[in-house]
């Protein structure tokens, strides 16, 4: 199969598996809403150990999937590690629905390999993701697909939850809620085997196939197309990655500050009602126009969104008032599922690593962890409308303090003196000619074709020429300094038609 074929279905296998996982999480709720009232606490043990495996996923996930930077991995250790989780869960599954609910072990053991399952998913759908963009793009290595994508698969695992325990207390649990909470517990169990684990065994094998088959500068999925070898994205934006984690927390804890009633997902006792299905309709919208330019889309919405957190210090003044209700908590909806979007994007966008990939793919999702401690911190918070609003109050100004920077002083790419920018060389001319009028030696030509036409990093350039990466650091410097260049964005725009550095 040619490699624009794999591609797609690369990309088709890794989001089918993120949705699946996506909805088994989000189908959890529903099995909680079904549960015998004196049996209800069993979840919040559940959610720890499956935050557990999400963490324990970061680690192991490297160690047999693939990476965006490194050694490649035979596919067979990649699906070998899939399938033991999916065995697990079938086997731990099987055990029935009253021994899951009678023994916390059975609980704790089979929420963990599901966590790991949910890092795993999460890191290779944005892997497939992964290009190697132009030299005028800032960062954007994801396309303006992928957050749509991503919106799309939340919103639908959002809406089935959200909508199936109506169909079901109509149906199925009319009479007996615990049929319908067996219903569910069975639907998690093949979603997670097939939607989940079978869609990211092949989207694994798919992986493979295509940096196999593709030229390492194709831009698609291939060690060269990944951000450590991107000029643009050479170093990981630590200061900016902090603050987007920031302003995810500061959204989560503020629904944990409301008991989860701002979104009623997460909880029976609602007192705002937001339309999911506007917000299923907008979220993915939004994305698409973040997949332009994610950076550009997050200091536009950090605006609306500092507004939105003012109103939103208003609504427990308003909540006998159902207009004012709906609108206002479908906005905060949106505000919500936009930030877990876009942020987690952006956040696989600036990080420029290797081993802590897959960690950093689920970065946002951990910050659904302080939602999950309002049961914990609910006895000590006093109750009274006044009260919330001084919570949201003090939300809404951290919320401020983070996007100041953001906003006022946005980051700019670095200027190059005039008398350091040069003009590119013709498309016409040939590379041989212009590496030997720069003097260049042969061993330094061979790491510039590696550099210009495959998009190799050192490591990658040490291990096609078999030298050590310090050598191939050496000769890379040698030739910045013979091409009057101080960085890679640099020497690589000479090379670029119209591209001025």
């Not at 070898?229 to 302003?247: C, E, Q």
């Not at 609306?304 to 210090?313: D, T, V, Y």
Request: hydrophobic letters at 50%.
């Amino acid at each position: 199969m040619k490699q624009n074929g794999l591609v797609p279905l690369a990309r088709l296998g890794s989001s089918l598996s993120l949705f699946g996982i996506l909805l088994c999480m989000h189908m959890s709720f529903t099995l909680a809403h079904f549960l015998p009232p004196g049996s209800k606490d069993a979840m919040y043990a559940v959610y720890i150990f499956y935050f557990l495996g999400i963490a324990v996923g970061a680690v192991l996930c490297p160690l047999f999937l693939p990476l965006p930077a490194g050694k490649k991995k035979h596919p067979v250790m990649g699906i070998c590690f899939i399938s033991f989780l999916i065995v697990l869960e079938f086997t731990l599954r099987s055990l029935g629905f009253r021994a899951w609910l009678g023994s916390a072990a059975i609980r704790g053991v089979m929420a963990i390999p599901e966590g790991i399952l949910t890092t795993t998913c999460y890191g290779l759908f944005y892997l497939t993701w992964l290009r190697q963009p132009a030299a005028s793009d800032r960062v954007n290595r994801t396309g303006r697909f992928c957050s749509l994508v991503l919106g799309a698969a939340l919103l639908c695992s959002v809406l089935a939850s959200y909508y199936s325990i109506p169909l079901m207390e109509a149906s199925l649990a009319a009479l007996d809620p615990l049929k319908g909470a067996v219903f569910v517990f069975n639907f998690i169990k093949w979603s997670m085997i097939i939607l989940a684990g079978v869609s990211a065994a092949a989207s694994v094998f798919l992986i493979q196939n295509v940096a196999d088959a593709s030229a390492p500068a194709g831009g698609s999925i291939s060690g060269g197309d990944m951000p450590e070898n991107n000029a643009l994205a050479a170093k990981t934006d630590w200061p900016v990655i902090l603050r987007l984690i920031g302003f995810a927390s500061v959204f989560t804890i503020l629904n944990g500050v409301m008991d989860m009633r701002a979104l009623p997902l997460y909880t029976d006792n609602v007192i705002y009602y937001p339309n999911y299905l506007m917000v299923a309709a907008v979220v993915p919208v939004l994305g698409f126009l973040a997949g332009r330019s994610i950076s550009l889309f997050i200091r536009r919405f950090l605006l609306p969104a500092i507004i939105l957190s003012i109103l939103f210090s208003c609504l427990p003044l308003f909540e006998d008032y159902p207009q004012i209700n709906v609108i206002m908590s479908t906005l905060i909806a949106i505000a919500h599922y936009t930030a877990w979007v876009v942020f987690t994007t952006a956040i696989v966008e600036l990080y420029a690593g290797g081993f802590w990939y897959y960690g950093i793919a689920t970065v946002i999702f951990f910050s659904v962890v302080f939602a999950f401690l309002a049961p914990i911190i609910g006895p000590f918070m006093p109750n009274g409308t006044e009260y919330r609003v001084l919570f949201i109050v003090i939300a809404t100004v951290l919320f401020m303090l983070l996007s100041f920077r953001w906003l006022l002083f946005p980051k700019q790419r670095p200027s190059i003196p005039a008398e350091k920018q040069q003009e590119p060389f013709p498309e016409t001319s040939n590379l041989e000619d212009i590496f030997r009028e720069h003097e260049l030696s042969q061993r330094e030509i061979e790491v510039a074709n590696l550099l210009i036409k495959e998009g190799l990093g050192k490591q990658e350039i040490g291990d096609h020429l078999n030298i050590a990466p310090g050598t191939a650091k050496i000769h890379i410097s040698k030739i910045y300094q013979k091409f009057k260049v101080t960085n890679r964005a640099e020497f690589m725009a000479l090379f670029v038609k119209g591209e001025k550095i």
